[in-house]
């Protein structure tokens, strides 16, 4: 279903590439249009937009759909889209945004939408990294480029598309293993992992990221059992819970879970089963309100930092990359990625923003 719409004003100063964009949106790029002209791809826009609000601005130089599996209805949406509202305005580019809620058959039907629509650029969050295929394919065939933000899509799909920006998600992965190797300090010790969505890329890749340092650098510590969480912290709670029943508690004293809320859901079948806190080592990713807390507390030993903000930005600016300048290999942007431990959880550098 398509949820949210944004008119843009935004002008292109003279010979400007790239204007970059951060913080909150600025309420005046999300006035309504006037009632000039519009484009052709406004137009077109129009034309395939029966089940929502007219997108984009007709000032606007470029038309570009965004579909995305989560908006303002979860924090991190929250925090993603006003660097990417404002990132459009600047640059002229007119967003159709929507929000599939990480249903894979409302992502599809939003695709086609997006491809009769025929845009100038089509930027996509998978909702399930392994259902897309079909929406690239047809993107491909319409001559549409598309780039994909925040959860790269599969090793095998990455030719249907001309870029990616958002986080390591396999180096985050790395680096929680690294936090776990280095708390570990040789010794040996059993843990339990609590996976993200099955299906989801950014899952797969953390999970990936994180076994092959730990098989690699710190063979000291055994992978017991692993539960997917579903990135929900009460299906994580249960997770642990049968975890720790099935290989026993007392095997156990260490946690990796791949989002602070899911070490946050892991942290409380720790609780409830009565173990000390103490005796665990655990580790995540995110640095989120609710992750750097535990953190400061001791809770959670570390976790990864995470910008919302430079995710929303950059969906923008790389596909305005593509449109403008026509790259011929494919664009990937990392964002920085910060180990957060006790040490350095306040520093304003990793401050939380979702």
């Given at each position: 279903m398509i949820t949210r719409r944004f008119r843009f004003v935004g002008l292109l100063a003279a010979g400007a590439l790239i204007l970059a964009a951060c913080g909150g949106a600025d309420d005046d790029a999300t006035d309504t249009a006037d009632d000039d002209t519009t484009t052709d791809a406004a137009d077109d826009a129009d034309d395939a937009d029966a089940d929502g609000e007219q997108a984009g601005d007709p000032d606007g130089e470029f038309e570009v759909f965004a579909l995305l599996p989560q908006g303002s209805d979860q924090?991190?949406?929250?925090?993603?889209?006003?660097?990417?509202?404002?990132?459009?305005?600047?640059?002229?580019?007119?967003?159709?945004?929507?929000?599939?809620?990480?249903?894979?058959?409302?992502?599809?039907?939003?695709?086609?939408?997006?491809?009769?629509a025929q845009p100038d650029g089509i930027i996509l969050w998978p909702a399930v990294g392994d259902t897309i295929r079909p929406c690239l394919a047809?993107?491909?065939?319409?001559?549409?480029?598309?780039?994909?933000?925040?959860?790269?899509?599969?090793?095998?799909?990455?030719?249907?598309?001309?870029?990616?920006?958002?986080?390591?998600?396999?180096?985050?992965?790395?680096?929680?293993?690294?936090?776990?190797c280095e708390a570990a300090?040789?010794?040996?010790?059993?843990?339990?992992?609590?996976?993200g969505l099955t299906g989801n890329s950014t899952a797969i890749n953390r999970r990936d990221g994180f076994v092959d340092t730990v098989e690699a650098e710190c063979p000291n510590v055994e992978i017991l059992a692993e539960q997917p969480?579903?990135?929900?912290?009460?299906?994580?709670?249960?997770?642990?819970?049968?975890?720790?029943?099935?290989?026993g508690p007392e095997n156990v004293q260490g946690i990796y879970a791949a989002d602070d809320t899911m070490a946050a859901g892991a942290i409380d079948a720790v609780v409830a089963r009565g173990l000390d806190l103490n005796d665990l080592i655990i580790t995540s990713i995110g640095n989120?309100?609710?992750?750097?807390?535990?953190?400061v507390d001791g809770s959670l030993d570390g976790?990864?930092?995470q910008s919302s903000s430079w995710d929303g930005e950059n969906a923008v600016t790389t596909m305005y990359e593509i449109l403008t300048e026509d790259p011929a290999e494919r664009i990937v942007r990392f964002m920085p990625q910060t180990k957060v431990t006790a040490a350095n959880a306040d520093d304003p550098d990793v401050a939380p923003e979702w």
């Open positions: 924090p991190y949406g929250t925090t993603y889209l006003p660097p990417m509202e404002e990132a459009a305005a600047e640059l002229g580019i007119n967003l159709t945004i929507t929000n599939s809620q990480y249903d894979a058959d409302t992502q599809a039907s939003e695709c086609e939408v997006a491809v009769a047809a993107a491909n065939d319409a001559g549409i480029p598309v780039t994909i933000t925040n959860s790269d899509v599969n090793p095998e799909d990455a030719d249907l598309t001309r870029g990616y920006s958002g986080p390591d998600t396999y180096g985050q992965g790395v680096a929680s293993a690294e936090l776990m300090a040789g010794e040996e010790i059993g843990i339990i992992v609590v996976n969480g579903d990135w929900n912290a009460d299906d994580s709670q249960i997770a642990a819970s049968e975890m720790l029943t099935a290989v989120t309100f609710l992750g750097n807390p535990l953190v976790t990864v930092f």
